[in-house]
């Protein structure tokens, strides 16, 4: 048992050290941008680098929301608050992709 248990954290303790050594290369890639635009979704992914961008950069980075009727208005609406609540600025488009219309003329 108490090997199984050394195994887990031993595990546990390598991802962890990998995880910290990966955000430290997004925030040093990040301060080499020196200013974002972030495609924003409100999703855990989007809402991680907008996250770490603010950190690290402050007022140079905006986050972007293309929203449509195929937007959940919820999610939407979670987006602009997350973003109210850590004070970036937040861009939002309207992109109607079911009016898109394929083909050239």
Known sequence: M???IYLILSILY???VESKVKLEQL????KQMKCVAIAFSGGVDSTFLTKVAYDVLGENVVAVTASSSTY???ELEQAKQFTKNIGIKHILI???ETEIVLGFP
Request: aromatic share 0%; no cysteine.
């Open 2 to 4: 108490k090997i199984i």
């Open 14 to 16: 390598s991802v962890n």
């Open 27 to 30: 925030k040093n890639n990040l």
């Open 72 to 74: 959940p208005q919820r």
């Open 94 to 96: 309207n992109s109607e």
